[in-house]
């Protein structure tokens, strides 16, 4: 059973930074691991899950969501099956429950929420002014 840990919320001024990190855990090898899509999605309450953006294991190629591209950057740790999520130049409307999500295959959407496999508890980001 894959198991996906969030760390690294809290709370940051306007135009502050925040690491976040996903640890996974349950994957049966190294290999298996490398063949899977793992992403951030952003909730604020009674809104949808919005995607912030997707590192592709196998290759390392990210992509980002619209609100992310050129302030947030993915990076990753395969010896240590951890995703970071780097977000720099916060605002306040990136305020939400970041959760972490990881899909077998990377085949179809890549921010579209119903096609990931697993959830992480998620962790909060609060930008103040």
């Known amino acids: 059973q894959v198991h996906l840990v969030e760390s690294g919320g809290g709370s940051v001024q306007t135009g502050g930074s925040l690491g976040l990190s996903c640890a996974a855990s349950g994957y049966s090898d190294s290999r298996t691991y490398s063949r899977t899509c793992i992403a951030w999605f952003g909730q604020v309450p009674g809104k949808e899950r919005e995607g912030v953006g997707v590192v592709y294991i196998e290759t390392g190629a990210t992509l980002y969501g619209r609100s992310a591209e050129g302030r947030f950057t993915l990076s990753q740790d395969n010896a240590k099956n951890t995703v970071y999520l780097q977000m720099n130049t916060l605002k306040q409307d990136d305020t939400a429950m970041y959760y972490c999500?990881?899909?077998?295959?990377?085949?179809?959407?890549?921010?579209?929420?119903?096609?990931?496999?697993?959830w992480g508890q998620g962790t909060q980001v609060t930008v103040s002014s």
């Open positions: 999500a990881a899909k077998d295959s990377c085949l179809g959407l890549p921010l579209h929420a119903p096609l990931y496999d697993y």
